[in-house]
């Protein structure tokens, strides 16, 4: 059993780091996570940033570490973005709620705003909720979709029994 099993449950948590490979190796090393799966570099050509439309470029890194991910982001550049708000450093977590428009609602509801939003490779919605001061970081709200679950599903199964081989891979 794994987190994504679980609607609602805390799926991720995502650092921002200055060199991707170097920090996703550094925790291989230290913490026996892998294998990491890269994504990047890549302009979401979706992507809306506090509402207006973001030319951001990153690569992110993601493996798990029993039944929760741990992501990297690395920002290319210095455009505005989520990522250069809380620059270095734990950013946010992740959920996938049952319901992503009723989440998103109560949150909105609780007064807190969209920092970011986008649709992700398998066509689901991501928005991450600027949930300071309340909470040391932001919150990602991931849709619920069966290619969402498959992807990450792949990723944990990557991760069960890895014999430390190969520890950075596409994908």
């Known amino acids: 059993m794994n987190a994504l ?16 490979e170097d920090a996703a190796l550094r925790e291989t090393r230290a913490c026996g996570i892998g294998p990491w799966f890269l994504r990047g570099p890549f ?13 951001a470029t990153f690569t992110l890194a993601r493996a798990f570490l029993g039944p929760v991910m741990v992501e990297l982001i690395q ?15 734990f950013h946010h977590w992740a959920t996938m709620p049952q319901d992503f428009d009723a989440e998103l609602d109560r949150l909105h509801a609780e007064g807190f705003q969209t920092a970011f939003e986008d649709v992700l490779p398998t066509g689901a919605r991501v928005t991450y909720v600027d949930t300071q001061p309340s909470l040391p970081g932001m919150l990602e709200l991931v849709e619920r979709t069966p290619d969402q679950l498959a992807s990450y599903g792949r990723i944990h199964a990557a991760s069960i029994d890895w014999n430390g081989e190969d520890p950075l891979r596409e994908g």
């Open 5 to 20: 099993d679980t609607p609602g449950a805390i799926v991720q948590h995502a650092y921002t780091v200055a060199d991707i």
């Open 43 to 55: 302009t979401p050509p979706d992507a809306r940033y506090r509402g207006e439309p973001s030319r």
């Open 75 to 89: 920002q290319h550049d210095d455009e505005p973005s989520v990522f250069r708000e809380r620059p270095l450093g």
